[in-house]
């Protein structure tokens, strides 16, 4: 735990922006059943942070799916570990993610909402690593910061379940 952690977002950086996007998704959603669904763990930070930003009347719900391990490259194999509680069926989703990164976890997720029959599902995320797409690209509505290839940690974003809790957006230095 002696790592050197460079700042890559500050604190104030992340709040502003996640101001700005709950601003535009208000604007987006006015009028229709908005139902936010937090991809656990990483998103739990990015999902509250923008909930109370956001100015209209929305539901909650949360799936917690991993494909990391303890590793920094994703497996490919997408577990779902907690399932939504409630059905989607005629709501307005949107997901909201802490990172896409190879687009594993996201391509599969679409998969398997949209076989619920919401009205609309939709992506929200933190940030975004297009360098590493792996997948057909998938398709993000909100993006609060497109990051270059480098492993991050912070605000959600763990390694190896560490460093979940740092306020802000960081890279390890290599020592
Ligand atoms: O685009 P991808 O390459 O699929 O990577 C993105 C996903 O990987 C991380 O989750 P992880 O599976 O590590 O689980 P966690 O959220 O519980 O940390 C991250 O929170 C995203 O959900
Ligand atoms: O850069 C990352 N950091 C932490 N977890 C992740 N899961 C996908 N990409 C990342
Ligand atoms: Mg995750």
Known sequence: MDDKI???????EIATRIKEVAEEISRD????????ICILKGGVFFTCELAKRISL???????????????????G???IIKDL???IEGKDVLIVEDIID???????LIEVLKQRNPNSVELCTLLDKPERRVKKQVEVKYTCFTVPDE???GYGLDYDQIYRNLPYIGV???Q
């Open 57 to 75: 009347p929305l539901t909650m719900d949360f799936m917690s799916v991993s494909s990391y391990g303890s590793g920094t490259v994703s497996s």
């Open 172 to 174: 390890i230095e290599q």
């Open 102 to 108: 190879s687009g594993n976890t996201l391509s599969y």
């Open 6 to 12: 460079r700042v890559m977002l500050s604190e104030e």
């Open 29 to 36: 959603y006015e009028g229709k059943p908005l139902h936010l």
């Open 85 to 87: 509680d409630d059905p």
């Open 151 to 153: 492993f991050i940690i």
């Open 77 to 79: 194999i997408v577990k």
